[in-house]
C-alpha cells in the first residue's frame, strides 16, 4: 500500500518534526512528524502547542484545541466515551447546541466522514474543557447537519471544514446522534491505515520481534500513530510518485513490500526532510553490518567472508521507458557484487541473492548525471559491467547525494582492485595452435601458457609474458582471445571454448590494480 505524506518542519540534522500531510487511499490527510535517530513517527494527534485557526485545528481537517501552557488537552473519543453512556432519549433526534468559539481553543472538536466518504459530518473527538465540552450537550458521533444555519448534510470534508471557520464567535450547531456511526468514529485517523505492519526483523534482520509489545490498551492510545524503524529503509526521491514540484520524499521498508511518501509544502523543506532522513538510515549502517556479521558468523555471505559495504540504490530497469527505476539493495563484499531484492530477513537468504557479479571481473564504465534520471545534472548515476560466460552485464545505478556516489564509485573501484590483490591467479583451459592448453593470469608475474599436465607428468611452459609487454588485447565476443605481446610470433590467439568477457575484464582489473598500487593514476 503507498502512502504519500506533506508538510514542513523544522529541527536539526537528525531531529526533526513538522506538520505532513499523508496520502492513503488516494486523500491527503494532514499528521505530525517526528524524526528521531532511529524512527520516524507520524501521528495523527493534534497539535500539542495549542495552537488554533478560527477555531480550527492547525491542521485545517478539524476543530480542536488545546488547554493553555502548551499541554494537549484531555480527548473525549468514542473509546472514552461509548455509545452505551450517551442517553438514549437523545438518538437520532435533532438538537440544537449553542457554542462560544474560545480564543485559543476553538470549538473544542475533531470532525470525520463528508460525501466523499459516503457519511455524515460526524464528530469524532471533543476536547475537554474547551467549548464544545462546557457545554456538555455535545456528544462523539453526533452529525452535525447545520452550522450557523448552512446546511451540511450534503458537504464534503472540507466545506464542513470551511464552514465551521467562517462561522463567528457564537456557532449554532444542529446536531443529531447517531449511534450506529459510532464504528466509523472509532476508526483510528488515517495514520493507523498506513501499511508498515511486518515485524522488524530479528538481530542481525534489523531488531528485536520482541520488542515493543502491543496490548490492547496500546492499540485504543496509539491508534492514531505509526512508528516506521529507519534501520534499512530505502529513502529516496522521484521512485514511484510522479513529482514535478520536487517536494515528494519516499521511505520504502526493507521488505520492499511498503511505501511511505512523504511531500513536503515547497522543495527547499522537501530536501531538508530529505537529508535528515538520510542521515539517520545513512547513520544506523555499520551497525546492520555488524548484526548481519553476528548472525552469519564463519559462514560468511553468499561464498564471501565480510561485508565491505551495503545499501539502497535505485537500478534502471531495461527497457524503453528511460523513468523506469526499481529499489535494489546492493553489498560489496571483499570479492562479490551482489544484488537482492529486498532486505533478507533469515540466514538462509543471504546465500540467495538476484545476481553475484565477481568484483575482479567488474569495472566501473560511468559515473556522473544519468541520462533519464528525473533531473538530469540533479540525479546522480554510476554504471558496472561485467564480463560473463553470457556476455557483458550491464547495470546502472541512481544514488541520492553526490556524497553517495563519491562512497559507492570509490567503493567498487577499490573493490575491483582489493579483489584483484586477494585472488592473485586465475586459470582457465583453451586451446592454442590445435593444442590444449592452460592460461594462467598472476596478478604479479602476467600470462603463462602451459600444456596440460599428461600422466602425471608436469606441464610444459608454451609462452610467458610479463604486463608491460602486452601491446593490445582483444576478442571476438563469442570465444577467442587476442593477445598481442609485439613478439616476432606476433599475435597469439587462444580459444577459450566460451565466452572471453571474463577473461578480459580481468585483465583490465589486474592492470587497473597495479597502475594504481604504483601511484600512476590521481
Excluded at 485545517?60 to 461509548?82: N, Q
Excluded at 471544514?161 to 456557532?171: D, F, I, M, S, Y
Excluded at 530477513?345 to 528525473?374: C, D, I, N, Q
Aim: proline residues 5%; aromatic residues 6%.
Amino acid at each position: 500500500m503507498a502512502v504519500a505524506a506533506a508538510g514542513g518542519g523544522g529541527g536539526g540534522r537528525a531531529q526533526r518534526s513538522g506538520w505532513l500531510e499523508v496520502l492513503v487511499r488516494e486523500r491527503w490527510h494532514k499528521v505530525l512528524a517526528n524524526l528521531g535517530g532511529e524512527a520516524l513517527v507520524l501521528s495523527g494527534e493534534e497539535r500539542p502547542d495549542g495552537a488554533a485557526h478560527n477555531g480550527l485545528g492547525g491542521d485545517g481537517t478539524a476543530c480542536r484545541g488545546a488547554e493553555g501552557g502548551g499541554g494537549t488537552a484531555a480527548v473525549r473519543t468514542a473509546f472514552t466515551d461509548p455509545p452505551e453512556q450517551v442517553p438514549e432519549a437523545i438518538s437520532n433526534k435533532k438538537r440544537c447546541v449553542k457554542v462560544l468559539k474560545q480564543e485559543l481553543g476553538g470549538l473544542g472538536i475533531s470532525i470525520k466522514g463528508g460525501k466523499e466518504n459516503k457519511m455524515p459530518i460526524l464528530i469524532s473527538k471533543i476536547f475537554k474543557g474547551l467549548a464544545a465540552d462546557q457545554t456538555q450537550a455535545l456528544y462523539v458521533g453526533d452529525a452535525i447537519l447545520a452550522v450557523n444555519g448552512t446546511d451540511l448534510r450534503d458537504a464534503t470534508h472540507d466545506e464542513a471544514v470551511q464552514a465551521l471557520k467562517r462561522a463567528g464567535k457564537e456557532v449554532l450547531l444542529e446536531v443529531k446522534y447517531m449511534r450506529e456511526a459510532t464504528p466509523y468514529v472509532k476508526k483510528g485517523s488515517p495514520v493507523s491505515e498506513i501499511g508498515w505492519e511486518t515485524p522488524p526483523p530479528e538481530s542481525p534482520r534489523l531488531g528485536s520481534a520482541a520488542a515493543e509489545p502491543v496490548s490492547q490498551l496500546s492499540l485504543s492510545i496509539h491508534r492514531d500513530r505509526k512508528t516506521i524503524p529507519l534501520k534499512m529503509c530505502y529513502v529516496t526521491r522521484n521512485m514511484t510518485v510522479p513529482d514535478p514540484e520536487n517536494r515528494i520524499i519516499e521511505v520504502h521498508s526493507p521488505d520492499a513490500k511498503h511505501t511511505v511518501v512523504l511531500r513536503s509544502k515547497d522543495s527547499a523543506t522537501a530536501q531538508a526532510w530529505f537529508n535528515a532522513i538520510h542521515s539517520c538510515v545513512n547513520e544506523l549502517i555499520p551497525r546492520v553490518i555488524a548484526e548481519i556479521r553476528d548472525q552469519l558468523g564463519k559462514t560468511g555471505i553468499a561464498g564471501s567472508r565480510e561485508i565491505r559495504h551495503l545499501g539502497w540504490l535505485a537500478e534502471k530497469v531495461p527497457g524503453d521507458n528511460e523513468k523506469h527505476w526499481k529499489p535494489v539493495l546492493v553489498v560489496l563484499t571483499e570479492k562479490d557484487l551482489l544484488i537482492y531484492e529486498s532486505m533478507p530477513r533469515m540466514k538462509e537468504a543471504w546465500f540467495s541473492p538476484v545476481h553475484t557479479y565477481p568484483l575482479l571481473a567488474t569495472r566501473l564504465v560511468h559515473s556522473g548525471p544519468g541520462k533519464g534520471s528525473p533531473k538530469s545534472g540533479v540525479d546522480l548515476s554510476f554504471a558496472t559491467r561485467t564480463g560473463t560466460r553470457q556476455g557483458i552485464e550491464t547495470h546502472l545505478f541512481r544514488t541520492e547525494t553526490s556524497r553517495d556516489l563519491s562512497l559507492w564509485t570509490r567503493s567498487v573501484v577499490q573493490g575491483c582492485h582489493n579483489s584483484a590483490e586477494l585472488i592473485t591467479e586465475i586459470t582457465t583451459s583453451c586451446t592454442y595452435k590445435s593444442q590444449e592448453c592452460r592460461l594462467t593470469i598472476h596478478y604479479e608475474h602476467g600470462f603463462s601458457l602451459t600444456t596440460n599436465p599428461q600422466d602425471g607428468a608436469f606441464s610444459k611452459t608454451i609462452a610467458q609474458y610479463p604486463y608491460e609487454k602486452l601491446k593490445m588485447s582483444s576478442d571476438d565476443g563469442i570465444r577467442m582471445l587476442y593477445l598481442d605481446f609485439g613478439e616476432k610470433d606476433g599475435e597469439i590467439q587462444l580459444d577459450l571454448h566460451s565466452c572471453p568477457k571474463p577473461i578480459v575484464f580481468i585483465i583490465h582489473s589486474f592492470l587497473s590494480a597495479k597502475i594504481t598500487r604504483l601511484g600512476l593514476v590521481a
